[in-house]
DNA sequence: TATTGTTATACTCTATAACTATA
DNA sequence: TATAGTTATAGAGTATAACAATA
């Protein structure tokens, strides 16, 4: 038996903590007129034009979630869908010019939102939590199926 | 503007650790036949005989759901409802002696499921987390209105 | 009149099943 | 036959509104 010490449950100041950091972030979101999901979803197709199902993989969506999430941000001009050359099945979600801009605005308002609820950790203490955090997913956490929406 | 080190943002970190968590933990609690949100119900219900709605203030719940929450606790024989001698609209929740005995199991499930999660961290990662989780909590994390329901 | 608990209802979110167009 | 995307539909979960009992 390990020498587990007092306190809550780390689970439960996880838990806390993460709810708490949605909220800011996504607060700070809804002020550029954007979702935490929708922001994450540019994130991903912005890393290249990709298939709608492999951003849901990505993301933890289902593939028709991610019907309305592409139309959504069609609609905003933000992204665009292009049918793959080499299979036209496909649907390859591409960022506009428009979607790369507030795609870069809003990583400057996350990040100055969580900048700001990481101020009183200090440089250093940031860097132990990251660290931290980093371990955890890379051990039995991250070995386990951990797909889900997150979001 | 503060030198944001490289990697991924935390907020993503919290919640993917923190999804895992409760996946894990909610699995473990399956086995023995309850959910996450009825052991969290249970826990603040045997801190004392309390109303339904300090009950649902203090995990996060709407008092409209609180109701059929503690039917399922009811229904297993976990907890009682009885009228508040000095105020006969509350029901004060308390928990029974088979649910008392379901608890302590609980917890010990809880707990060694954590355990087992947090083991790659040493003793001293697992306390290093705490520490800065609970300062993250206790400064502008914990500051602004941070109700919700977290499960 | 205000408050606790309750019920009924509507709303949101998500997944399942069925359809299309391609392969 | 199998797969990417789409649509329609059903289900779970939640909150809003209205009601009963009590203060």
Known sequence: MSAECSGPPIG???AR????????VGEALAREGMTL?????LEAAAGGPRSQQSLAADIGLDKTTMVAAVDDLVAHGLVERRSAPADRRVRLVTVTGDGD??????REVVAATEAELLDEL?????AELRGLLLRLLHGRLGASG???SCV
């Open 12 to 14: 439960a100041l996880l």
């Open 17 to 24: 903590s993460s709810h708490a950091f949605n909220a800011a």
């Open 37 to 41: 999901r929708a922001f994450l979803l």
């Open 101 to 106: 801009r507030v795609r870069q605005r809003c």
């Open 122 to 126: 200090g440089a250093q203490g940031r």
């Open 146 to 148: 951990r797909s889900g």
